[in-house]
């Protein structure tokens, strides 16, 4: 099984989303950013190295959001989402095709990994739950 951890990062009502670049696994779908946990490494650790390498920017790595396992033709992955901040920069595309700040009801414009739609989904809802307190 492989660990891979993501973040889940607002801005307001906006969420950030990043698209995979060409010649990966998942080319071209959506996701929320974060990558492989190596050995040794606790997964806050990996979250906010992925964040350094692939983004170029200082995470604020906050408690665990949700936990997802998914099969896919690569094998099984077990995908911990972390609530996080971006504590110092701006986004670049080191590694990504595009990056997003969207909104809950941009969300079904954009294609997903399949890992990721479980935690989109909640997140939607929660939003939704939200606007009509």
Not at 111 to 128: A, G, N, S
């Amino acid at each position: 099984m492989n660990e891979v951890v993501a973040a889940l990062i607002c801005r307001g009502e906006r969420l950030m989303i990043c698209q995979r670049p060409e010649g990966k696994a998942q080319a071209l779908l959506w996701e929320l950013a974060g990558g492989k946990v190596e050995p040794g490494e606790t997964k806050e650790h990996a979250l906010a190295r992925e964040f350094r390498e692939e983004l170029g920017v200082e995470l604020k790595v906050g408690s665990a959001y949700m936990e997802v396992t998914h099969s896919h033709e690569l094998g099984v992955i077990h995908l911990t989402v972390f609530s996080a901040e971006i504590a110092a920069g701006e986004p670049k595309l080191l590694e990504h095709r595009d990056l997003r700040w969207v909104t809950a009801e941009e969300l079904e414009q954009y294609e997903f990994c399949p890992t990721d739609i479980p935690v989109l989904q909640r997140w939607k809802q929660e939003m939704q739950r939200a606007a009509n307190e």
